[in-house]
């Protein structure tokens, strides 16, 4: 214990649509890091845990941006999942291991479309918002 031990936290498991702009999906979403678990850090980490190739996914994100920079890590232990990433008006095939630096202002939406893996969402801030993209 000690009082580090306030920095360590389980991640929360939340519906994906929850969140705005979402919709119901067949991935498991953990809320890792927000204002709500640790305050002073200031950023947003969320995680899917996807397996495109089990489960059909439906368009599960409407375009959107933030007012603040956004990173997309898609990782697979196999190196086979795959991503479709709309950035703007182009829509990107993006292949574990990959990072995607998403611009505040920059309008997006993500889709798993094969494999299975793990997709990371850091927005870096915890007092952001949301808005049409
Ligand atoms: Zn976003």
């Known amino acids: 214990m000690g009082q580090n031990q306030k920095l360590i936290k389980k991640g929360n498991m939340e519906p994906i649509s929850k969140i ?5 999906a067949p991935l498991k ?26 489960n059909e ?5 409407k375009i959107h941006k933030h007012n603040a920079d956004e990173i997309n890590l898609i990782l697979s232990e196999d190196d086979k999942l795959t991503y479709e990433i709309q950035l703007d008006d182009k829509v990107h095939t ?13 309008s997006h ?4 479309v094969s494999g299975k893996g793990t997709f990371v969402c850091i927005i870096l801030s915890n007092n952001y918002t949301t808005t049409k993209g």
């Open 94 to 106: 993006v292949s574990s291991p990959s990072s995607v630096f998403i611009p505040k202002g920059t």
């Open 29 to 54: 979403r953990f809320s890792m890091l927000s204002k709500k678990i640790i305050p002073d850090a200031h950023t947003h980490v969320a995680v899917h845990i996807v397996d495109a190739n089990k």
């Open 57 to 61: 996914m439906p368009e599960y994100t």
């Open 109 to 112: 939406k993500a889709k798993a």
């Open 20 to 24: 705005p702009f979402h919709t119901d």
